[in-house]
């Protein structure tokens, strides 16, 4: 069974500060997702990583994709208010399922 | 292009009533996914399917639990004889193409929340 392991699992900061959510893996995978869940709401895609080493901003997020395609990060700059949920990356290999992480919970204070 | 349907939203059941949870994937999307999720916690992969097929039920309880993707219509998910802890939210999700498959993604609906009393 491949499994994922993000930390922080929760993670309470200021608004305005910066942070780091990790995705680990003892597996490669052929692609990583990552996913912001908001309270009653389903997972909603953020982006998708494919090549190892890959770097992906979108907006205040820069999403990297480890070398060996077995590890992902997220990086939040000037965290606002809005930024808080549950962040879930998915890693997806030629298979039979996307295996998802054990989640970080972000709450970011105004 | 409608996004991923999952009806109904909220479903509250007595125990021993059954639970029937419908996902309409999004267009053209022919691989469906049902996770279930409790409170502050991650996905729990229960089963994927292809249409009429079970790729991997891997996740799923072996007793009162069941889901079919038929030809024509929603994929379901069955709950027989529910008990108080199969009170979850239930998420399903579809993909175009398998996992792994040409970087596919996968595209959640907004689940449905079971509360059993």
């Known amino acids: 069974t491949q499994l994922l392991e993000q930390s922080p699992q929760f993670l309470s900061i200021q608004e305005g500060e910066n942070l780091t959510v990790y995705c680990n893996s003892s597996?490669?995978?052929?692609?990583l997702q990552w996913y912001r869940q908001e309270p009653g709401e389903g997972p909603v895609l953020l982006v998708t990583v494919v090549t190892g080493g890959e770097v992906k901003k979108l907006k205040r997020l820069t999403f990297q994709f480890g070398d060996a395609r077995k590890d992902s990060s997220l990086h939040i700059t000037a965290a606002q208010p809005g930024d808080t949920g549950l962040y879930l990356c998915?890693?997806?290999?030629?298979?039979?399922?996307?295996?998802f992480g054990t989640g970080t919970s972000l709450t970011v204070i105004p | 292009n409608a996004g991923v349907m999952q009806n109904p939203r909220h479903l509250v059941r007595r125990r021993g009533q059954e639970a029937r949870l419908r996902c309409s994937p999004m267009k053209g999307h022919s691989h469906v996914y049902w996770y279930r999720q409790l409170p502050e916690e991650g996905l729990k992969f229960m089963v994927y399917?292809?249409?009429?097929?079970?790729?991997?039920e891997s996740g799923m309880p072996k007793e009162r639990f069941s889901a079919e993707f038929p030809k024509e219509g929603p994929s379901i998910l069955r709950i027989q004889q529910v008990v108080r802890g199969d009170s979850a939210a239930y998420f399903c999700a579809s993909s175009p193409l398998p996992p792994g498959k040409l970087n596919t993604e996968a595209f959640f609906g907004q689940g449905t929340r079971l509360t059993v009393v």
């Open positions: 998915a890693g997806a290999e030629t298979g039979n399922q996307f295996y």
């Open positions: 597996s490669v995978f052929s692609s």
């Open positions: 399917l292809q249409k009429e097929n079970i790729i991997d």
